[in-house]
């Protein structure tokens, strides 16, 4: 009886998270404008559309530089932090990493805003390179979290020994740290990748007249004979969400079993 | 060769110290390590022995002294620069490389053709008994053959020091006794002068040339290890290796360079100077013996020159080989501990029985 309640209990919540988007696909096929049940019929006209769109087609790729470069950037941070954080010892240590921290809980709202009165005092226009240090600001902790990981995993006297042969620090960051860190850094690249992607405040607030792509969808919505494209939109970037975590996740464990590690979690 | 070493210094350490802050690690340690030695440095975790090592090999800045290696200042000069290798304790194998790149990585920067590199990474690995491994991923190997993959590695730049951070000490005790003989016959093999950092006493007895014992940063004795067993300088250096008894004495005086000494439980004895490393100032004191120093007395057996003791039995402790056994002698305090070699006619005594042994005064040290 308490099994089967608990049964019922994974299968409410299964779908409550799931049925919304499995409603996208449906309604990004569907012939009608209108979104509602029943549906009518066969369409791939929505995703013609998208083709059509030269705006949407300017957000995507806003998107993709800014996810990128805010992917790159926020992981070279990381590498340098997680290192410092797990190698070393210094004064105030713990205050300054705490600090980095910080804004995986600073409401988005808040460094936006404060990124723009920053812009503007600098007499600076917004646009792609201020989402860029936007992003990077709240992708870094993400990245500094992974890499900790990665690094604390590592044996530190892995390091020494190269140095002890005869290697120099950098050769042996090079040779040694990057190769048994790498499982994280892809982790690192792709999760700052996907919280850029769809990050709307901060872009909200700093685009100017360069919108994202969450930014571009906010402003379809204004438009309900838009709302189907939006759909057949949202079901490419489910799919591609879903791409990307496998991606990852076979990265992951790729690195796991080439260094012969115990496989204890992951996304998958 | 006891304290000081026949043979030619590689290393030399004078009034070495290390602070981290407030803390001292390291209390002016000065020793001489001979060219070929294998030299442990032993104690309890805590007691700076790493640090030393890691000093040695560069991992660790001094705050005063000096270490020369090989004639050598150290002062400045980076650990990659330094003619020393090391075995870590965790044996640092690079997982993402085969057991042949993980040998041959010190050999990356050399002027070897590949021909002759992969050739002296053949000799290194038949030398460790790998012979077949080379190939094989490094994550793939059991600890007993991490630790030779280590050794491999660390010897192929022919260092003039080895150092060794306890090595063993992640092995399983029958592969521990293993390496133990192999890592003897490898040093005899190559020559090097071999540093080893261990907490286990037995090890370093078996293993080592000469052992400094080393307690909160200072080396309490310095000595081969048959000096350091029969005559150790301290009641610290005495528990630390090997069992001991300590029995409450009283130093009569001294007469021509023979001390007099009156044991509880045992009776008079006569000591030579060198068995009372601290003088023997008149009054109380200690006598140490080790277990097997005292002897079961059995049916019929007498003791040389009357020097016997007899009590009851508190405790028996039976190893096959040997049984141990507490012997409360009549009117002292507390038990001492006495190992029998079980042999033919050698019953084992059962507990409460009566006893009674035989002791020798060459086999004590007098501990002020």
């Known amino acids: 009886m308490r099994v089967n309640a608990l049964a019922v209990f994974t299968v409410l919540y299964l779908l409550v998270l799931y049925a919304p988007i499995v409603l996208l696909p449906m309604f990004a096929f569907n012939a009608g404008t209108v979104i509602a049940f029943p549906l009518q019929g066969f369409t791939l006209e929505w995703f013609a559309a998208l083709l059509n769109t030269p705006a949407l087609h300017e957000a995507t790729l806003n998107s993709l530089i800014i996810a990128i470069l805010t992917a790159v950037f ?19 240590k713990a205050g300054i990493v705490g600090f980095i921290m910080l804004p995986l809980v600073l409401p988005e709202v808040i460094v936006a805003i404060s990124l723009l009165i920053v812009l503007m005092q600098l007499g600076l226009t917004s646009g792609t390179w201020s989402i860029i240090a936007g992003h990077t600001l709240i992708c870094t902790p993400f990245a500094i979290a992974i890499l900790q990981g990665s690094f604390s995993n590592m044996d530190k006297s892995l390091e020494e020994a190269a140095i002890d042969l005869g290697e120099t620090p950098w050769s042996t960051f090079r040779l040694i740290t990057l190769p048994l860190v790498s499982p994280g850094i892809i982790a690192s690249l792709l999760i700052c990748f996907t919280i850029s992607l769809d990050e709307f405040i901060i872009a909200f607030f700093l685009s100017g007249n360069e919108p994202t792509l969450p930014v571009y969808l906010w402003g379809q919505l204004r438009f309900p004979a ?31 079993k080439r260094v012969g590690l115990k496989d204890t979690g992951g996304f998958l | 060769m006891s304290q000081t070493s026949t043979r030619t210094p590689i290393v030399t350490l004078t009034g070495v110290q290390k602070y981290y802050g407030d803390y001292h690690a390291l209390r002016g340690i000065t020793a001489n390590i001979g060219q070929g030695e294998f030299f442990s440095l032993l104690g309890p975790s805590g007691c700076g022995k790493t640090t030393l090592l890691r ?58 053709s590949v021909a002759e590199k992969r050739a002296v990474v053949g000799q290194a690995l038949e030398m460790v008994g790998l012979g077949k491994f080379g190939a094989r991923a490094a994550h793939a190997l059991s600890g007993g053959q991490r630790q030779r993959v280590a050794l491999a590695r660390a010897l192929i730049l022919k260092p003039k020091v080895l150092l060794l951070d306890e090595p063993l000490s992640a092995l399983d005790k029958k592969m521990r006794e293993v390496m133990q003989v192999e890592l003897i016959k490898l040093q005899r093999e190559v020559g090097i002068t071999f540093i080893l950092v261990t907490h286990d006493q037995e090890e370093a007895l078996v293993m080592s040339d000469r052992i400094a014992v080393m307690f909160e940063g200072e080396i309490a004795q310095l000595d081969d290890p048959e000096t350091l067993y029969r005559r150790p300088k301290s009641r610290r250096v005495a528990e630390f290796i090997g069992m001991m008894n300590f029995l409450p004495a009283r130093v009569l005086g001294e007469a021509g360079g023979r001390v007099g000494v009156e044991v509880q439980g045992l009776g008079p004895a006569e000591l030579e100077a060198a068995q009372c490393p601290s003088g023997a100032t008149p009054g109380a004191a200690e006598i140490g013996v080790r277990p097997e120093s005292l002897t079961l007395l059995y049916d019929g057996q007498t003791a040389e020159g009357g020097r016997e003791a007899s009590g009851t039995v508190r405790e028996v402790v039976y190893y096959g080989d040997m049984t141990y056994y507490d012997i409360l002698l009549d009117g002292t305090p507390a038990p001492v501990r006495v190992s029998m070699r079980n042999m033919p006619g050698r019953r084992v005594l059962e507990f409460g029985a009566r006893a009674r042994l035989a002791w020798d005064p060459r086999a004590m040290v007098l501990f002020g």
């Open chain 1, 74 to 92: 926020s992981t070279i941070l990381g590498l340098f932090a997680a290192r410092a954080a797990t190698r070393y010892g210094f004064p105030g």
């Open chain 1, 226 to 256: 838009r709302l189907p494209v939006v759909m057949a939109l949202g079901t490419i970037l489910v799919l591609l969400s879903v791409a990307l975590l496998i991606v990852a996740e076979t990265f992951r464990r790729r690195g796991l």
């Open chain 2, 55 to 112: 000093a040695i090999a560069g991992f660790e800045d001094i705050s005063e002294g000096q270490i020369l290696l090989d004639g050598k200042d150290m002062e400045g000069v980076a650990p990659n620069r330094r003619p020393t290798n090391m075995v870590f304790q965790s044996y640092a194998i690079f997982p993402h490389m085969s057991v042949a790149e993980n040998v041959g990585f010190g050999l990356r920067k050399s002027s070897m």
